[in-house]
């Protein structure tokens, strides 16, 4: 069955900080899609990765990375040095195109304090 | 700009009522979906639709219902049937197939009941 387990429901940090944010999946298929939103206060998701199952390669987009390990089933999302702004809550989703139509689903997501 | 716009952002429902939620793209997007988020969890899928006249029932669809009559719009009917309305709603577009292509959301409605 397709899961998305963010097991960190609170994280607080002081500005800074690296801190990562985990992300673990089950899926049956070899082919789907993993994606990273953050939403802030205002409720509006905001995009910030879209990883296909077949290119594991890590990812660094300015003071945020991503790590997929397939073996372990992970895709987690690093911050570093952290600022207030990075405070949020963050959704991890898994989404397979098959034909009974496509399923995306989203974790509970994980709220990022980061504090001054 | 391009975007997702929804409206209202607060709205209010009394018992037995319908209410219909406005969901419009100017992104030229073929895909656009319905989303329930409640207080502490995910999102989960209400409605999508991939093309003009075409929608799929998602994972919650029951006491709901949409439309799709043009690219653009996607409204979405919260009838009296649902009777656990309260919650933020959330609208996103996507290029291409359904579940494949990143999703662009909108900034919200927030359903309460009175």
């Known amino acids: 069955a397709q899961k998305v387990t963010q097991a960190q429901t609170e994280i607080s940090v002081v500005e800074k900080e690296d801190v990562t944010l985990d992300c673990v999946y089950e899926?049956?298929?070899?082919?789907?899609?993993l994606f990273w939103y953050k939403q802030p206060p205002s409720g509006e998701l905001v995009f910030l990765i879209r990883?296909?199952?077949?290119?594991?390669q890590n990812e660094i987009s300015g003071r945020y990375s991503w790590n997929f390990q397939k073996s372990t089933s992970s895709f987690n999302f690093t911050i570093t040095a952290s600022q207030v702004v990075d405070s949020a809550v963050y959704f991890c989703?898994?989404?397979?195109?098959?034909?009974?139509?496509?399923?995306?689903?989203f974790g509970a997501g994980t709220r990022l304090f980061v504090k001054a | 700009d391009g975007g997702i716009t929804q409206s209202p952002k607060y709205l209010f429902r009394k018992e037995g009522q319908n209410v219909t939620l406005s969901c419009e793209q100017n992104?030229?997007?073929?895909?656009m979906y319905w989303y329930r988020q409640d207080p502490g969890q995910g999102l989960r899928l209400i409605y999508y639709?991939?093309?003009?006249?075409?929608?799929q029932k998602g994972d919650i669809a029951e006491g709901y219902s949409v439309s799709r009559e043009k690219k653009e719009s996607f409204p979405l009917t919260v009838t009296s049937a649902q009777k656990n309305p309260t919650a933020f709603y959330l609208c996103?577009?996507?290029?291409?197939?359904?579940?494949?292509?990143?999703?662009?959301f909108g900034p919200g409605t927030r359903l309460l009941v009175l």
């Open positions: 996103a577009s996507s290029t291409g197939l359904a579940g494949v292509e990143t999703q662009y």
């Open positions: 899926t049956r298929d070899t082919t789907y899609y």
């Open positions: 990883r296909n199952s077949f290119d594991e």
């Open positions: 989703a898994l989404s397979e195109a098959g034909t009974g139509g496509f399923k995306t689903i």
């Open positions: 992104l030229n997007h073929d895909a």
């Open positions: 639709s991939q093309i003009v006249n075409d929608f």
